[in-house]
């Protein structure tokens, strides 16, 4: 079983209120052979909603108190951040998932690349919160092809 990006299976759950479907990630969900999350919504975001980046460091970074999540309006939404990132591991675990397939570049969901945290449109090296959390859990995390 694998968790993936609800935005990747279809759901318009972004922060701008629009999916990234990715037609073979919704047929995985179809046939049964994923599970759907969104750690945003999860921890109580509302969709639409500013986007956010990471500022400070990366997803490990956040749940180590080291850096924080803000949006663009300078709100610190870490607490939801990371409340959403553990309810998607409640899921992941209650279905014992070992592999999650995440939204790249997401403050969430990135796995390898991340928004800078400047909201200027530039990426550095790093992972999102849940990456990071499921990553210290064991489960094997990728991201879609962009």
């Given at each position: 079983?694998?968790?993936?990006s609800?935005?990747?299976?279809?759901c318009k759950?972004?922060?701008?209120?629009?999916?990234?479907?990715?037609q073979?990630?919704?047929?995985?969900?179809?046939?049964g052979?994923?599970?759907?999350?969104?750690?945003e919504?999860?921890?109580?975001?509302?969709?639409?909603?500013?986007?956010a980046?990471?500022v400070g460091?990366d997803?490990?970074?956040?749940l180590?108190?080291?850096?924080?999540?803000?949006?663009?309006q300078?709100?610190?939404?870490?607490?939801e951040?990371?409340?959403?990132?553990?309810?998607a591991l409640?899921i992941?675990?209650?279905?014992?998932a070992?592999?999650?397939?995440?939204?790249?570049?997401?403050?969430s969901?990135?796995?390898t690349?991340i928004?800078?945290g400047?909201?200027?449109g530039?990426?550095?090296?790093?992972?999102g919160?849940?990456a990071?959390l499921?990553?210290r859990?064991g489960i094997?995390?990728s991201q879609?092809?962009?």
């Open positions: 079983m694998k968790v993936v609800a935005c990747l299976a279809g759950c972004r922060y701008d209120h629009r999916a990234a479907t990715r073979d990630i919704e047929a995985w969900v179809q046939s052979d994923a599970i759907p999350v969104c750690p919504q999860m921890g109580g975001l509302p969709t639409p909603r500013n986007p980046e990471i460091g997803g490990f970074d956040v180590d108190g080291r850096a924080k999540v803000m949006d663009s300078g709100n610190d939404v870490t607490d951040f990371i409340r959403g990132a553990r309810e409640r992941a675990q209650m279905v014992q070992k592999e999650a397939v995440l939204k790249a570049k997401s403050p969901c990135g796995s690349r928004y800078d400047s909201f200027s530039k990426t550095k090296d790093g992972v919160v849940t990071a499921f990553i859990n094997s995390v879609e092809e962009e």
